[in-house]
C-alpha cells in the first residue's frame, strides 16, 4: 500500500496550483522540441521490455505541480528519507534555480511516467539543474533541459561522503551548454560509484548547438563525463548530436581520469565527434589509484581507466554537418590508456570520413582485449599501445552490411552480412553472451552488436 504524505505546506502549494497553470502555457515550444528529439530516436533498438516503467514509489510521497515551481528547490531539498518526489506533467520553468538532493534515498520523477511530458527547463540561466549528492538518489522519467552547465551532476559531499547507487533512468538530457551528465568526487577525497544511467536519451540538437559553451577546446560539451568513478553501469541509452561546428566535443559516453569498471552495453550513438571513451591522455595529475594491484603489467605507467567492459553498442555517423564540421567523426570507440579492457561486439558505422573506428593509444592502454568488433574504418594503434588482444575484427566493411545506417539501425543486413555472420571466436562465458537485441549468441559469434 502506498503512503500519502503531505506536509501541509505542500497540501497548500497543491490547493493553490491547481488554478494556475500558467507555466504550462508556455511550454508548447519547449514540447515541440522534445517531439521532435524523440524522432530522431527511430534507430533506438532498445525494447520496451527492457526499459519498463519504474514500479509504484514506496515510501512517502510528495506531488507538485508546474506552480509550484518556485518552491520545488526547497521541496527537494527538505525531502526526508524515502521521499518521492512526483511531479505533474508540465514545463517547470526553473528561472535560475537549482535542486540539490543532499537527503539519501530521495527519489524524483513524474507522476506519469512518460518523460516528455515533464520538463525541467533552465534556459540557459540554471547553473545545475540537477545536482546528486547523497546516496540511493533516483531521477526518472523526465525531460532535463538547457542548463547553462549540466543539467546532471552527481558528487560527492563533505557532508554525506561518498555518493553511490545514483539511478537516472528512462530521462531525457537536452542540449546542455556543457556536459549532459558530469560525475566528480569531491575534491576532499570522496567518491561517486556504482551509479546506473540506463535507458535515457542524452541529445544535442541543431538549436541547442550553438548555445554551447565555447571555452576549453571551442566545444565544451558532451554526454557522460565521468572523473575517478567505479563500476557504474551505462546501458540501454541514445545519445545524439554532441559535435560543434568549430572545436572537439568532449565524447557521448567518457570515463577517465582512473576510472575503473565501467559496464557500457547496448547504447545507440548517433552522429557524434566521439562516441564512447576510456580513458584519455598519456598523463595527468588528480587520478584515482587503486591498492589492490589491479593491472600489475602497467606498474608506473598512466592509466586513465581499470579494467570494464564495452559491448553491443551501435555507433554511427551519417551526418554531412558532422562530417563539415572542424573535427568530423574522430573515433567510435576512443581507448587511450586503458588497461584490462574489454571491448567486444561493438559496431562502429561512418558513411563519410572518421580517424579512428577504434583508437587505440598510450602505452598505458595495454592487457586489453579488441575483438569480434565490426566497423567502416579502421583500428588505428598509437602513441606505444602494445600487449593488446586485437583480433577478430572486420575493418573498411562497406556500410550496407548493416540495415539503414541513416536510422542509425546497424542491425546485419543478412543478405549483405556474409563476412559478419558466424566469423568471430568465441569469448569466454559472461563476456558478451547475449547481442545489442539481448539475444542469445551462437556458438559461431557473429561479428559486431547484433546476432542474427
Ligand atoms: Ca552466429
Ligand atoms: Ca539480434
Known amino acids: 500500500m502506498k503512503v500519502h504524505f503531505y506536509l501541509l505546506f505542500f497540501t497548500s502549494i497543491l490547493v493553490l496550483s491547481g488554478c494556475g497553470g500558467n507555466s504550462?502555457?508556455?511550454?508548447?515550444?519547449?514540447?515541440?522540441?522534445?517531439?521532435?528529439?524523440?524522432?530522431?530516436?527511430?534507430?533506438?533498438?532498445?525494447?520496451?521490455?527492457?526499459?519498463?516503467?519504474?514500479p509504484d514509489p514506496t515510501g512517502s510521497t510528495i506531488t507538485v505541480t508546474p506552480g509550484d515551481v518556485d518552491q520545488l528547490a526547497s521541496i527537494v531539498g527538505s525531502a526526508a528519507e524515502d521521499t518521492t518526489v512526483l511531479l505533474q506533467d508540465g514545463t517547470y520553468n526553473l528561472n535560475g534555480s537549482s535542486l540539490r538532493f543532499t537527503t539519501p534515498n530521495v527519489t524524483l520523477r513524474s507522476a506519469s511516467g512518460n518523460p516528455e511530458a515533464v520538463i525541467l527547463d533552465g534556459n540557459y540561466q540554471t547553473n545545475e539543474i540537477i545536482t546528486v549528492a547523497a546516496s540511493n538518489v533516483t531521477i526518472a522519467e523526465i525531460t532535463v533541459q538547457k542548463a547553462y552547465t549540466h543539467p546532471i551532476h552527481v558528487v560527492s559531499s563533505d557532508q554525506n561522503g561518498d555518493t553511490v547507487n545514483t539511478?537516472?533512468?528512462?530521462?531525457?538530457?537536452?542540449?546542455p551548454r556543457e556536459?549532459?551528465?558530469?560525475?566528480?568526487?569531491?575534491?576532499?577525497?570522496?567518491?561517486?560509484?556504482?551509479?546506473?544511467?540506463?535507458?535515457?536519451?542524452v541529445v544535442l540538437t541543431d538549436a541547442g548547438r550553438p548555445n554551447v559553451n565555447p571555452t576549453i577546446s571551442g566545444c565544451y560539451t558532451g554526454g557522460i563525463d565521468a572523473h575517478q568513478a567505479r563500476d557504474w553501469v551505462v546501458r540501454d541509452n541514445y545519445f545524439a548530436g554532441f559535435w560543434c561546428d568549430s572545436g572537439l566535443s568532449q565524447h557521448a559516453i567518457h570515463f577517465w581520469t582512473g576510472s575503473r569498471g565501467t559496464l557500457v552495453e547496448r547504447n545507440v550513438l548517433v552522429d557524434n565527434a566521439r562516441g564512447i571513451g576510456f580513458g584519455l591522455l598519456n598523463s595527468r595529475s588528480n587520478v584515482r589509484t587503486y591498492t589492490d594491484g589491479v593491472c600489475p603489467e602497467s606498474g608506473g605507467l598512466y592509466i586513465g581507466h581499470y579494467e570494464g567492459i564495452i559491448r553491443n553498442n551501435f555507433i554511427s555517423a551519417a551526418n554531412p554537418d558532422l562530417f563539415n564540421s572542424a573535427v568530423g567523426f574522430d573515433c567510435g570507440l576512443c581507448i587511450a590508456s586503458a588497461c584490462r579492457a574489454n571491448v567486444v561486439h561493438n559496431t562502429i558505422m561512418s558513411n563519410d570520413s572518421s580517424f579512428a573506428s577504434i583508437d587505440i593509444r598510450y602505452a598505458g592502454t595495454n592487457n586489453s582485449n579488441i575483438l569480434n568488433n565490426l566497423m567502416s574504418h579502421t583500428i588505428r594503434i598509437r602513441n606505444g599501445a602494445t600487449d593488446n588482444d586485437i583480433r577478430s575484427n572486420l575493418e573498411d566493411i562497406a556500410t550496407d552490411v548493416v540495415v539503414n545506417i541513416s536510422e542509425a539501425d546497424l542491425h546485419l543486413n543478412v543478405s549483405n552480412a556474409s563476412q559478419a555472420i558466424d566469423s568471430g571466436i568465441l569469448l569466454d562465458a559472461g563476456t558478451a553472451d547475449s547481442d545489442i537485441d539481448e539475444d542469445s549468441r551462437d556458438n559461431s559469434p557473429d561479428i559486431g552488436a547484433d546476432e542474427i
Open 24 to 54: 504550462l502555457d508556455s511550454s508548447s515550444n519547449d514540447n515541440n522540441q522534445v517531439q521532435d528529439n524523440n524522432d530522431i530516436n527511430s534507430g533506438n533498438t532498445t525494447s520496451s521490455s527492457i526499459c519498463s516503467a519504474l
Open 167 to 175: 539511478l537516472i533512468y528512462r530521462v531525457h538530457v537536452i542540449d
Open 179 to 201: 556536459q549532459a551528465i558530469k560525475i566528480n568526487p569531491h575534491q576532499a577525497g570522496f567518491k561517486v560509484d556504482d551509479g546506473e544511467i540506463s535507458c535515457s536519451r
